[in-house]
């Protein structure tokens, strides 16, 4: 490939130009094939591949000593990365850019990879499928399809070594595994992967999105910045919207169809919206949505959930902000064994405490009394009290204050896969102590609790987004990580 010592925004334009003939050549194919059987030439197919991102470090010596938590390179060599949906990736890839450019005077080539484009990842919502009786079987005949074996996380996972003569990794993940990851989100989900927001709330209980639903709707109403609430389903309202039509929108969203529903809150000021996915109870799901979400490059995502608590001074609605994690969801054991610490992040930990304060108008003494900070356990079981007397000696030691089925395991993606991490609970019952959650059992200090919770994570968001800087931390970067974020 010819150096061309492209700048970033010619860079990513050039990328946008060749990912766009590629998927409408690929898209051209199939309509083909699916009017009348017309298998693809060769030559058309040669067309169907990702564009190829390479930059090229040639500094020799010391490397700049930069404090920054990414856009950085290990040593001199080239780095590359095959990219997909650059015009939605616009402004992450020029930044990364940028940086590397200005810090490095690295130079920077585009051009078609030999990576080729799954066919599936260019059908909107797959309805075209089984027209005129075609099955994917039948398209996998003459058209690429997703192979496994091409799609992983061993540069995530930090178990890539790339041959001598092979670029460096420019980035945690490929075209074919954010593709994969940006199907997967809608399938979950119910909603357009690109509606997906940079700040993320996670939740275990539906009431929250609830809440959610109507803080959203009067920030939208305000016209301080954002404008749009997306629904599962497709469905989005706006300040145009009435009231009544409102309530019908958010009625009539199918949101039950979709495993983990999604919300996402747009801003039209740029500084990036909210989203609220109710991921469900279980490490299992906290691991899949994580999973997918991580590729978009989020800036943070937070765990706003229920707990048990475990502490006789807790009460039901008291707050349990974590700073360490006893991980015994299992699901994670290969890849971030358990004795792996997960690091607290101070920034996320520091907006949540002050967040806290804010919401609830309490501070010293009082806001201590109903937010404790220490060791939540997470765990794979739900019933894990039917074992307690194993149980029992691993908590104690762990001085664990709080028990969830999802925390740890979305802590330690985040850690994992390099994206911020906080965690605020609220406790539902306290099963050491014999308040067990019981049908109607909440009381009127743990509705208040509940409607507060949610509060607290959005003005948590508030305050991060507002010093975005200082949120990528270099806990999350290993020794040998690729240089975009």
Request: aromatic content about 8%.
């Amino acid at each position: 490939m010819k150096a061309d010592h492209l700048s970033p925004e010619a860079a990513v334009q050039k990328l946008q130009d060749l990912h766009s003939e590629a998927t409408e050549s690929l898209q051209a194919g199939l309509d083909g094939y699916l009017l009348n059987r017309k298998p693809p030439k060769l030559r058309e197919r040669a067309k169907w591949r990702y564009p190829l991102l390479k930059v090229t470090n040639t500094s020799q010596g010391l490397q700049p000593s930069i404090s920054r938590a990414f856009a950085k390179f290990q040593g001199p060599g080239v780095y590359a990365t095959t990219v997909t949906q650059p015009a939605h990736f616009r402004r992450y890839l020029i930044d990364q850019l940028s940086y590397l450019v200005r810090d490095y005077d690295a130079s920077i080539e585009v051009g078609v990879s030999d990576q080729e484009i799954p066919y599936p990842y260019v059908l909107d919502q797959g309805d075209d499928l089984g027209a005129g009786g075609i099955s994917a079987a039948e398209l996998a005949l003459h058209f690429p399809v997703p192979r496994l074996a091409l799609v992983g996380d061993e540069i995530a996972d930090g178990t890539f070594h790339p041959p001598p003569s092979e670029p460096f990794p420019l980035a945690l993940f490929d075209a074919v595994r954010v593709d994969y990851s940006l199907k997967r989100l809608q399938h979950y989900t119910g909603t357009h992967w690109s509606k997906t927001q940079p700040w993320i709330l996670l939740t275990n209980y539906h009431r929250y999105v609830d809440q959610f639903i109507a803080w959203a709707l009067e920030r939208i109403a305000e016209n301080k910045g954002y404008d749009t609430l997306h629904l599962p389903g497709g469905g989005e309202i706006t300040r145009n919207h009435v009231k009544l039509e409102t309530d019908a929108l958010v009625e009539n969203s199918p949101w039950h169809r979709y495993q983990m529903p999604a919300y996402h809150l747009t801003r039209s000021d740029g500084g990036g919206g909210i989203t609220l996915v109710n991921i469900g109870v279980g490490p299992s799901n906290a691991k899949t949505m994580t999973d997918h979400l991580a590729v978009l490059r989020p800036h943070c995502w937070l765990m706003i959930g229920h707990c048990g608590g475990l502490r006789q001074s807790q009460r039901i609605g008291d707050y349990v902000l974590a700073h360490g994690y006893l991980r015994q969801d299992r699901i994670l054991d290969s890849l971030v064994p358990p004795d792996i610490p997960i690091p607290a992040l101070a920034e996320i930990q520091v907006a949540l405490q002050q967040a806290a304060a804010d919401v609830t108008g309490e501070s010293g003494d009082a806001l201590k009394s109903r937010l404790r900070t220490g060791t939540v356990v997470t765990n794979d079981d739900r019933n894990w009290e039917l074992r307690w007397s194993q149980e029992r000696m691993r908590i104690n030691l762990s001085r664990a204050i709080a028990v969830d089925m999802e925390s740890g395991t979305v802590a330690a993606q985040g850690y994992r896969l390099r994206v911020p991490y906080g965690t605020l609970l609220c406790v539902s019952d306290k099963p050491l102590h014999g308040e067990i959650k019981l049908p109607g059992a909440a009381n009127a200090f743990y509705d208040r609790a509940v409607g507060e919770h949610l509060l607290i994570g959005l003005a948590a968001v508030e305050r991060l987004r507002a010093d975005r800087s200082g949120l990528h931390s270099r806990k999350l970067r290993s020794f040998d990580e690729p240089p975009f974020r």
